[in-house]
């Protein structure tokens, strides 16, 4: 398997499943969404997911594929810990203080934004001018969504909109530096399957450990349902993504997942029964078309 993931890095084919991968993480993220839909305050939510993730994760870090070797492997690591508990807190904060449909837009299109620049320096990464109207497309119809939602939202809530959207796009920062920062470090580690289970494993352990030390999470039959099944599709969606920067474009992948705002539209109008009226459908066909001019770039 090792071998095989070695061979089609940088190929056509690695480039075919890396664009796979991250649609897939789009769907699962889109699920993601739809699993906790609000009903769990966020850090009791992210308390029960990264639970599941340790108890999903430890064993086979642990026991199953080889140990991370040298400082660089451990580095990574390190790194990666910090990064993704200054997302997950951001985040929170994010998600308290503004609605999740404005803010949440508002995150993801400024992610992959910065990821595509980064992806370049850091890379050498290079999207053509098509490629560059596709991330414009893409951007366009996220941010136009988060102001399309923008109108159903209170009084109240406008009131905390300001920092929220601040917030919204520091998170979006985050998730660019992550997002290149995790790609440098899978690509670092010869065993992909090393880094993944010890990236869980320990990015992981910050929520519940702190929830544990405030005595303020108390497991209910809801906040387990949640950090179980959370847990299988985080898992899904990150390793997905991470994957596929392995095996093809960090920039691409980044776009490429971003789909997830159409999946969750989708999700919604199937199997929540929401309303999608006609300028919502042109919104997400946008963010679509825009992932698409980035794969035919």
Known sequence: MIDWIMAVEGTPTGAA??????????????????????????????????????????????????????????GFLAGAVVIHFLYKV??????????????YPVVRGTGPLFAVIAAGIVFGERFSPGQWAGVAVVLAGLFGLSAYNLRHVDAAARR?????????????????????????????????FTFLFWFFFLTALDFPLIAAARGHFRPTRELVR???????I??????????????????????LRETSAVFAALIGWVWLGESTGPRRVALMGAIALGAVLVELG
């Open 234 to 255: 985080a898992w899904g969606s990150f390793g997905a993504v991470m994957m596929a920067t392995r095996l093809g474009s960090v920039g691409e992948a980044a776009v």
């Open 17 to 74: 499943i890396a664009s796979a991968l991250a649609l897939t993480a789009a769907f699962l993220h889109a699920l993601f969404g739809a699993l906790q839909k609000g009903r769990v305050p966020p850090y009791a939510a992210r308390a029960s997911i990264d639970t599941g993730l340790v108890a999903i994760s430890a064993p086979a870090a642990l026991f199953l594929v080889p140990w991370p070797e040298g400082g660089a492997q451990w």
């Open 226 to 232: 949640l950090g179980l099944s959370g847990a299988v």
């Open 160 to 192: 905390t909109l300001p920092a929220a959207l601040g917030l919204a796009v520091a998170t979006g920062l985050t998730v660019a530096i992550y997002t290149t920062w995790d790609a440098a470090g899978i690509r670092a580690t010869p065993n992909p």
């Open 90 to 103: 951001l985040q929170a904060e994010t998600y308290q203080r503004g609605a999740f449909t404005v803010v």
